[in-house]
């Protein structure tokens, strides 16, 4: 690819033919291009190779992935201000043409009769193209509106591993948008509509009877929905805007809006669907808040009823809980304890708000009697979870990132298909064959290899880690027959960064010929969420269910950046059209519907 001043041409892989010269007249069309680039032939040439006349390059004509060379450069001010209006309305064109063509692509996958694998809901490339140049825009912590307590905790606790402290996409865009004004209690206290300290109820009153903008007192629901790919750093991406909006209100001295000093409360809630989210959120929230000084605590399934309640009498800025066990403690209660909750973040919300958790999930959001700000986080948006919150909140305002429904680029997909030989329908014999050779690539040599294993049944599991530890292979089953404890001690040996296989050879329980491996198989209570920045394969050893499983399960890997690979066994005798092109549609890029 050559950077002509204003042109850019992309190369053809194949046959180094050009493919396309778009004008360029501003980095973030540039970024745009790189995503999007189609192979289109070039027009008026007369002599074209038999290749580019082949059907064959036609068919590498399909959007392609491109590198950028080093050698392509931004243009500057100066160059941009030389552009001529035509140059930019052109610009505009070939931009629309793209978009054109590319929503007009049928997709490799999802047809109307594709199931589980036609169920998200699909987001227009044109609707990405905004929101791409605003999070572009935003490329740094300082460029957005977090209190220096927040982004220093930010820079000092959580990305302290990192020399370079940029925001993703998604996180520019939630941060952005929830900040943007001072939270609506500390708006109240700047008009002085809250009681002050040594104020009687009476005088408060009777303060607010003689102000003329009393009306200002009704705040209203403001509600987002943040939607980004997994692993793009959703949590910070709600964490920063929470931290950021319960410290000013302090700051403001706000809390007189919620009693007395001495009362118990809790500020706000972070629902989450399982008591391992609930642990790796709080660990980051009170890692953070160590600093930033705010008080939180964690309920789940696991929590024990005396330390549950202990709940009740405390002051909480930041709850983080599944839905049924603090439903039964506001059951159990004969006041309403979120009566000062104003915050409510929903996380993995398309799952807290499908069929299984649907009634919990929201008896919670309608007890707080005065919420102000409701956020829902999700990687997937399938259908129906879209006319929910259609439904339930017409003016929610959407933050959706650019690569939504995209299985994130550096990771490689590809299908071993156990109908062929040798394996003859032998998936088992497939999976022992594809570890081996996991086994042997020469990828970090040094390193343990972290695998993870999906599987869609939960009886599947016990088999899967007997036969490949008879074939020395280390592999350990997780469930949720597991105790929380007996989840965590397997789950932390792939979480945790990765160890180097001189360190481990003499610690591992099962020693054999395989010592390079280790093997977790397990079902979805693994797939969402959970942060295993060390895993760089995933094994889908049963198709899954749809693609919102298919991303959860691939999302594990690849994390932030990183690279990783997906390898689905499936006997491709007995796949539907749609699955076979799977690996295509993904490794190009294409949004999953
Ligand atoms: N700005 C950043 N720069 C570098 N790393 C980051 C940044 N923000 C978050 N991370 C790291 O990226 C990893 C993934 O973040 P996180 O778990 O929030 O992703 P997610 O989008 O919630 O994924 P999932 O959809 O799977 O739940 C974490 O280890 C986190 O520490």
């Excluded at 392509?72 to 160059?79: G, R």
């Excluded at 793209?98 to 692509?105: G, I, K, V």
Aim: charged residues 25%; hydrophobic residues 40%; proline residues 6%.
């Amino acid at each position: 690819m050559t950077s002509l001043c204003r042109a850019i041409y992309f190369k053809c892989r194949e046959c180094n033919g050009i493919l396309f010269n778009p004008l360029l007249p501003n980095p973030l069309i540039w970024q745009f291009t790189r995503g999007y680039a189609r192979h289109i032939p070039r027009k008026g040439v007369s002599e074209r190779s038999k290749h580019e006349k082949s059907k064959k390059h036609m068919k590498h004509a399909k959007p392609a992935r491109m590198i950028l060379s080093k050698s392509v450069i931004a243009p500057s001010d100066a160059q941009r201000s030389r552009w001529s209006h035509d140059d930019f309305r052109r610009q505009k064109v070939v931009v629309k043409q793209f978009q054109e063509r590319q929503q007009a692509t049928p997709y490799l996958i999802g047809p109307p009769n594709a199931g589980g694998f036609s169920v998200l809901k699909n987001i227009d490339y044109e609707d990405r193209l905004p929101l791409n140049a605003t999070a572009a825009r935003l490329s740094s912590f300082e460029s957005l509106r977090l209190l220096p307590v927040v982004r220093n905790a930010l820079y000092g606790r959580a990305l302290r591993h990192l020399d370079e402290k940029r925001p993703s996409a998604i996180q520019a865009l939630a941060i952005q948008k929830i900040t943007r004004l001072p939270p609506p209690t500390v708006r109240l206290a700047q008009q002085g509509l809250l009681a002050k300290d040594d104020e009687t109820d009476e005088e408060y009153y009777e303060r607010r009877r003689h102000r003329k903008n009393l009306h200002k007192m009704k705040v209203k629901l403001k509600s987002y929905l943040l939607a980004a790919e997994t692993g793009s750093g959703k949590t910070l991406a709600y964490l920063l805007p929470l931290f950021s909006m319960l410290k000013e209100e302090e700051l403001q001295n706000a809390p007189a809006v919620w009693g007395i000093p001495e009362r118990p409360y809790i500020r706000s809630i972070i629902l989450v669907p399982t008591a391992e989210l609930v642990q790796q959120v709080l660990a980051q929230v009170k890692d953070m808040c160590h600093d930033i000084k705010l008080a939180s605590a964690g309920l789940s399934q696991e929590t024990t009823r005396g330390v549950a309640d202990g709940i009740r009498k405390k002051q909480i800025d930041i709850l983080v809980t599944t839905p049924v066990p603090l439903l039964k403690l506001i059951h159990r209660t004969d006041w309403n304890i979120l009566d000062d909750c104003r915050k409510i973040i929903v996380d993995e919300a398309d799952s807290l708000m499908d069929r299984s958790f649907k009634n919990e999930t929201q008896e919670i959001l309608d007890t707080p009697p005065r919420l102000e700000t409701l956020i829902f986080c999700s990687a997937t948006i399938p259908k129906t979870f879209d006319r929910t919150l259609d439904r339930a909140y017409p003016n929610m305002e959407r933050i959706v990132a650019p690569h939504l429904h995209q299985i994130p680029r550096r990771i490689t997909f590809s299908t071993v298909d156990t109908s062929a030989r040798p394996f003859f329908n032998d998936k088992r014999k497939a999976l022992a064959e594809t570890l081996y050779n996991l086994d042997r690539s020469d990828s970090d040599p040094e390193k343990v290899k972290r695998i993870v294993i999906f599987v869609n049944h939960r009886e599947s599991v016990g088999d899967l880690v007997a036969y490949l530890n008879d074939l020395k292979i280390y592999a350990v089953g997780l469930t949720r027959d597991n105790s929380l404890e007996e989840r965590s001690t397997m789950m932390r040996e792939f979480i945790r960064p990765t160890q180097l296989l001189k360190d481990v050879m003499n610690l591992n329980p099962v020693t054999g010929n395989v010592k390079t491996l280790r093997v977790l198989v397990t079902t979805d209570i693994f797939s969402r969420g959970i942060d295993m920045q060390s895993v760089r394969t995933i094994i889908l050893f049963d198709v899954p269910f749809s693609s919102i499983d298919l991303i959860h399960r691939a999302g594990r890997t690849g994390r932030m950046g990183r690279r990783g690979r997906v390898i689905l066994l499936a006997a491709k005798s007995e796949m539907k059209p749609w699955l076979r092109g799977l690996a295509t549609t993904i490794n190009k890029g294409y949004a999953l519907v």
